[in-house]
């Protein structure tokens, strides 16, 4: 967070945030850095004690309650969305349901509810960030759509660590945290400027790395998924696909 801080001051200082702000806008600003805050230490959370093939599913369902916030807020939806984001709800249970205790596959099985619910959580949380960052990118420059979840992040996670002395950083993490704190800001800084051709749409596509990363966890990290699992999977992976071509 600290170092997506650090990269959002040169966007800040192109950008600038000098324009005066509205009592509306300002809320946006504020819900839009405590979502992502919560969102990141759920979806952490999740990915702690969970499989990545199945955390990642369940998270990318963020784009299709963006879109539905967006939705809900005005823009159009055809009736085949609707029941794609339905499909999309089947492929999270399936996802989430654990493997029945009498099952045989139950004994190498691991425990999914704990993490599939943090996961949900954090889908939620991102839905709602998604749609806000969405209205800061339509309503103001995209330097205000960088700054809240980085400015947030950085006094309520990474001040407070490192304070506590609690903060600590391995040299072989360091490339990670500064790639991921650069594509962080990089992708939001696009998805802003995309949602001003439409919320709902940007949203649903910009939560297509679900099936990348299911498909990377398995291959690399030699994760197993039951059956109705990896139906679950697909079923998420697809939805979100086709939800994406409708919406387009």
Known sequence: MVVGLAVSVPIVAVGGVGQALTTDQVV??????????????????????????????????????????AIAAGEPLAAASGVVLALIALGVLLTATEVPEWSPAARNAEPVLVPAGLALAAAACFGVNLYVSGRIGIELSVAWAVLPARVAG????????????RATLTRQAVPFVVISGILEVAGIAAFALAAR????????????????????????????????????????????????????
């Open 28 to 69: 946006l600003l504020a819900i839009a850095g405590i979502s992502n805050v919560v969102g990141l230490l759920f979806g952490y959370s999740a990915l702690r004690l969970g499989k990545v093939a199945v955390v990642a599913p369940i998270m990318s369902t963020e784009g299709a309650l963006g879109a539905v916030i």
């Open 154 to 165: 950085a006094v309520v996670v990474a001040v407070p660590l490192l304070l506590t002395g």
């Open 197 to 248: 051709g439409g919320i709902a749409v940007s949203s649903v596509v910009a939560s297509q790395f679900a099936a990348i990363a299911a498909v990377v966890s398995v291959l690399l990290f030699h994760e197993r998924l039951a059956r109705h699992q990896l139906v679950g999977v697909t079923i998420i992976a697809t939805g979100v696909a086709v939800l994406t071509a409708i919406q387009g």
